[in-house]
């Protein structure tokens, strides 16, 4: 037992200090930003999608999941809602995350600017593979997706990572530092935390969500509590980023006055009879 438990604390000192090599490297991204070249494609917003695909998801959930982004944007008020902005376009990219980004998860940057792009990049999505793996790495997919900004040809007025999830971070760094770096370099961070079925030892997610996940001007939490909600939700998430206008009477309210732990995933883990052995999900 003893040895198990020594086992498990030096786990997570070399987990904490892989977090603390990732948080000075994007310290280091965010102090010299890249330069944007001169003939960059202006876009209205360029958007990075990040959806969780961790073990904690059901079948059923991970359908719902799937099935609400392809229908969103194949959907007329989607597309619309891009055209009508100032350039029509956005740039968008896709990836799917748990315990890490793999990278097969990757669909790159492409530019919406009709019914025809926005259908093909949603054939993209619909043509995934289903697949889960274990961990749940908030963190991580944050980083990720801050550095996807770096490696486009675009110039976008906005830049926004939409992020959805059904579990509280538990692998890598603190998700607040993560948070607050992609934040710092201009990223606004959107969540959709997922409370179909909530996990009786974390059923604030929503409140997570607004406390430790989400950031930066504008940002909201939209929750999904029922089935039902679920391609009507992403959708309205979708239209909302691709519009900038946050329209409050859209958007589930959550009840942020009692402060959450946002290292209770870090802390559940820890004590549960699987190791801390995140090198398993690469």
Known sequence: MIARE?????????????????????ACAQAAPAASPRDALAVDVELVLAVDISLSMDEKEFALQR????????????????????????????????GTVRDDAVIGWQIIDSAESANSFADEVAARPFRSFRGTSISGALAFGAELFDRTSFQGERSVIDISGDGPNNIGPPVTATRDAATAKGIVVNGLPILISPSPTFSHLDQYYAQCVTGG?????LPIYAA????????????????????????????????IDCLQGERDRRFLSDPYFPELDR
């Open 228 to 259: 039902a909600e679920f391609s009507t939700a992403i959708r309205r998430k979708l239209i909302l980023e691709v519009s900038g206008i946050r329209d409050k009477a859209r958007i589930t309210p959550v009840d942020a006055a009692k402060p």
């Open 6 to 26: 020594a086992l498990r604390e030096n786990n997570l000192a070399t987990a904490m200090l892989d977090a603390l090599r990732l948080l000075a490297c994007l």
């Open 67 to 98: 099935a609400g982004y392809v229908e969103a944007l194949r959907h007329p008020d989607f597309i619309k809602a891009v055209r009508a902005g100032a350039t029509g376009r956005i740039a968008l990219t896709y990836f799917e995350w748990a």
């Open 217 to 221: 001007p504008g940002s909201f939490v």
